[in-house]
């Protein structure tokens, strides 16, 4: 049970990592099994953290999630602690307002819609128009590939002081 768990560990390891050292860790671990392998299940959970997070980039991605949520916590909790004599200030003495009436809910819940309708519409046209251009760049690229196969480098003068390249963009018919 414990080798299938230790495999298990490996297997979630990068792949070029495996390839290289999961043999001998695994051989490491047959060894060690009569002593003890609970040490060699946190190095190889260490070891997998490290080769996913540090060896990746990920931690990049990581560090400024952890960052950002900081940033996002401390920024509200300090404009909770310093604001609040303002907000309460500022309750107090606005006026009660009636609650909206249905008409006005409605118009709310309507133009909400709309928004959101127009900012879906927005989204999809962009990426209709991103996916177009990359099928034109992708065509383009195409025939530049096709009409550079068919490129001729040819040496002018006896010297070979000067080369003349023959690029046939358009393919020939």
């Known amino acids: ?13 990068p792949p070029a990592f495996r390839r290289e050292f999961a043999g001998e860790m695994l051989w490491i671990f047959e060894e060690a099994a009569p002593q003890g392998v609970a040490p060699l299940f946190g190095d190889a959970l260490i070891s997998l953290l490290r080769q996913w997070l540090l060896r990746s980039g990920q931690w990049k991605l990581a560090a400024a999630l952890i960052g950002g949520m900081i940033e996002v ?57 991103a996916s177009w251009v990359r099928s034109l760049n992708g065509r383009r690229l195409d025939r530049l590939s096709v009409g550079l196969r068919g490129a001729r480098l040819t040496r002018t003068g006896g010297s070979g002081a000067s080369l003349s390249c023959d690029l046939a963009i358009w393919p020939r018919r």
């Open 73 to 129: 916590t401390a920024g509200g909790l300090g404009g909770l602690m310093f604001m609040r004599a303002q907000m309460t200030a500022h309750l107090s003495a606005a006026p009660l307002t009636p609650p909206p009436t249905p008409a006005e809910v409605l118009a709310m819940d309507n133009l909400m819609h709309i928004v959101l309708w127009v900012a879906i519409g927005v989204v999809l046209m962009v990426a209709a128009l």
């Open 1 to 13: 049970m414990t080798r299938a768990l230790y495999r298990w560990l490996l297997w979630l390891h």
